[in-house]
């Protein structure tokens, strides 16, 4: 391992590292834009400038190998007013509209240009103008006004979505990013991951164009549910302490996007599309009262209701989510494993038009936890098949069942987070948390286990599934 110099202090360092890399994992921060660790090198932005002692110029550490004994400067006056010029270059036509940027608060120009430079732009001429908003697809515009040609976006598509959607066009002050004519970036299943790699304000999320400041929004740390890869992730939402109090209540608990925790052993730091619309699932119309045979009751009168189906059944089966948590999983095998016939369900299928699965990231199976379920109760539900005709009580855990296969004799609890017109068909239905509401762990198809913490806090009459199950332990113990 080759031993370098940085700023006096010796680092050591791998051979296949940059001097950015190995400075970045030594604790010494150099500026970037166009870098980045999962993509090719570019040397475009040239703002990673350091300068090598002994030399009176600066260079791009990106693309600067690491060599025995080499010794560099990060913050000399060489490298300050090397780093002052690019911002001013970057800046020359870039407009000065972070007041309405959606970037705003994230945006690395803004925060070099205050590091590094900070000063009015020299050129009085006008400002080059380009397209503003110009569509790349349906989820993503481009303001080329912003764009500083990193080319983060164009290389993303062409190593690791594998779309090749994306180009640059033209030369010089008027070069701009493009779709490609034969490869729809629509078609490309990762595109927005082109959003958090913009290190400015030019690729913009439709969706979220405008909606929310991010110095009012929190992330909190997350699993998406959306396939058996269970890729980590943080959910965006407003802050407390930023409540509104004139505007709708629904904006204080809306999602207000979905970005990529980066985990190396399970999605790195990309997601895909369906990751990012995570509110479409979970923003549904919710369930928040309990009901006996279709007429609302009190939970403390469903769960008794639930309690003495089970002490009167001979055959109860249980359908268990495979949406459900580790936790969930476990106290539903510890209260009530003995007492039922257990089954695994699917909870959702692929969609129509969906990816099913990839070389990247995206897996066939659409629920987040059929690995754990399957580990604890061995049996799945293939959604086909017909039930034991002598099933006189059936559980129904979480979405996706159709009550048509029920056998005509059987009795129904029904557990589920939103409404469906299934709900009020059961004997006992109650209302059970979603995931942004409670805290839990999923493994996924390769047995990583993964965090999600709470969002947001459930509404009255909504229980947590390991509570009702805790309710019944009991009296079903007794009987088992």
């Given at each position: 391992?080759?031993?370098?110099?940085?700023?006096?202090?010796?680092?050591?360092?791998?051979?296949?590292?940059?001097?950015?890399?190995?400075?970045?994992?030594?604790?010494?921060?150099?500026?970037?834009?166009?870098?980045?660790?999962?993509?090719?090198?570019?040397?475009?932005?040239?703002?990673?400038?350091?300068?090598?002692?002994?030399?009176?110029?600066?260079?791009?550490?990106?693309?600067?190998?690491?060599?025995?004994?080499?010794?560099?400067?990060?913050?000399?006056?060489?490298?300050?007013?090397?780093?002052?010029?690019?911002?001013?270059?970057?800046?020359?036509?870039?407009?000065?509209?972070?007041?309405?940027?959606?970037?705003?608060?994230?945006?690395?120009?803004?925060?070099?240009?205050?590091?590094h430079n900070g000063e009015p732009s020299q050129s009085r001429d006008p400002k080059v103008q380009l397209t503003k908003f110009h569509p790349l697809s349906e989820r993503i515009v481009l303001d080329n006004e912003r764009c500083i040609l990193c080319t983060r976006c164009v290389r993303f598509t062409r190593q690791v979505s594998k779309s090749n959607a994306l180009g640059?066009?033209?030369?010089?002050?008027?070069?701009?990013?493009?779709?490609?004519?034969?490869?729809?970036?629509?078609?490309?299943?990762?595109?927005?991951?082109?959003?958090?790699?913009?290190?400015?304000?030019?690729?913009?999320?439709?969706?979220?164009?405008?909606?929310?400041?991010?110095?009012?929004?929190?992330?909190?740390?997350?699993?998406?549910?959306?396939?058996?890869?269970?890729?980590?992730?943080?959910?965006?939402?407003r802050k407390p302490e930023w409540k509104l109090n004139a505007l709708d209540p629904r904006l204080n608990t809306r999602i207000e996007r979905v970005t990529p925790l980066d985990n190396p052993r399970v999605n790195g730091p990309w997601i895909c599309n369906k990751g990012r619309d995570l509110a479409q699932i979970f923003e549904r119309p919710r369930a928040d009262n309990?009901?006996?045979?279709?007429?609302?009751?009190?939970?403390?009168?469903?769960?008794?209701?639930?309690?003495?189906?089970?002490?009167?059944?001979?055959?109860?089966?249980?359908?268990?989510?495979?949406?459900?948590?580790?936790?969930?999983?476990?106290?539903?095998?510890?209260?009530?494993?003995?007492?039922?016939?257990?089954?695994?369900?699917?909870?959702?299928?692929?969609?129509?038009?969906?990816?099913?699965?990839?070389?990247?990231?995206?897996?066939?199976?659409?629920?987040?936890?059929?690995?754990?379920?399957?580990?604890?109760?061995?049996?799945?539900?293939?959604?086909?098949?017909?039930?034991?005709?002598?099933?006189?009580?059936?559980?129904?855990?979480?979405?996706?069942?159709?009550?048509?296969?029920?056998?005509?004799?059987?009795?129904?609890?029904?557990?589920?987070?939103?409404?469906?017109?299934?709900?009020?068909?059961?004997?006992?239905?109650?209302?059970?948390?979603?995931?942004?509401?409670?805290?839990?762990?999923?493994?996924?198809?390769?047995?990583?286990?993964?965090?999600?913490?709470?969002?947001?806090?459930?509404?009255?009459?909504?229980?947590?599934?390991?509570?009702?199950?805790?309710?019944?332990?009991?009296?079903?113990?007794?009987?088992?």
């Open positions: 391992m080759p031993r370098i110099y940085i700023n006096g202090q010796p680092v050591e360092a791998t051979k296949e590292q940059s001097v950015l890399e190995a400075a970045l994992a030594n604790g010494f921060y150099i500026p970037y834009f166009c870098w980045h660790p999962q993509l090719s090198i570019a040397g475009n932005c040239r703002i990673c400038a350091v300068q090598v002692e002994g030399r009176s110029w600066a260079e791009i550490a990106c693309n600067m190998p690491v060599t025995e004994d080499l010794k560099v400067l990060t913050d000399s006056d060489i490298v300050k007013e090397y780093r002052k010029s690019i911002l001013q270059l970057l800046t020359l036509n870039h407009p000065v509209d972070c007041g309405i940027c959606d970037k705003a608060g994230e945006c690395k120009l803004q925060d070099y240009h205050y590091a640059v066009v033209q030369r010089g002050d008027t070069s701009l990013v493009r779709e490609a004519e034969d490869h729809p970036f629509d078609a490309d299943p990762y595109s927005d991951n082109v959003i958090d790699l913009c290190p400015v304000g030019a690729l913009l999320s439709r969706p979220n164009l405008y909606k929310a400041r991010v110095w009012y929004t929190r992330a909190t740390p997350s699993v998406c549910p959306g396939c058996e890869r269970g890729c980590t992730v943080e959910i965006w939402h309990a009901m006996l045979k279709g007429r609302p009751a009190t939970t403390d009168a469903a769960i008794d209701a639930a309690r003495r189906l089970i002490d009167e059944s001979r055959h109860p089966l249980a359908l268990v989510s495979s949406w459900a948590s580790n936790e969930e999983l476990d106290a539903f095998a510890q209260a009530l494993g003995r007492r039922f016939t257990v089954r695994v369900k699917r909870d959702h299928a692929p969609q129509p038009g969906e990816r099913l699965q990839d070389e990247l990231l995206i897996r066939p199976d659409k629920n987040p936890n059929a690995k754990a379920a399957l580990a604890l109760f061995a049996h799945a539900d293939d959604g086909a098949n017909a039930l034991p005709a002598d099933a006189d009580l059936v559980l129904v855990w979480g979405e996706g069942f159709d009550f048509a296969r029920l056998p005509r004799q059987a009795r129904i609890i029904f557990l589920n987070s939103y409404l469906q017109p299934e709900n009020g068909h059961a004997d006992v239905f109650l209302p059970i948390s979603t995931q942004t509401e409670r805290a839990g762990h999923y493994t996924n198809c390769e047995g990583v286990v993964s965090a999600f913490e709470p969002c947001f806090a459930k509404k009255p009459g909504v229980v947590d599934a390991e509570a009702v199950f805790a309710a019944l332990t009991v009296r079903a113990e007794a009987i088992a």
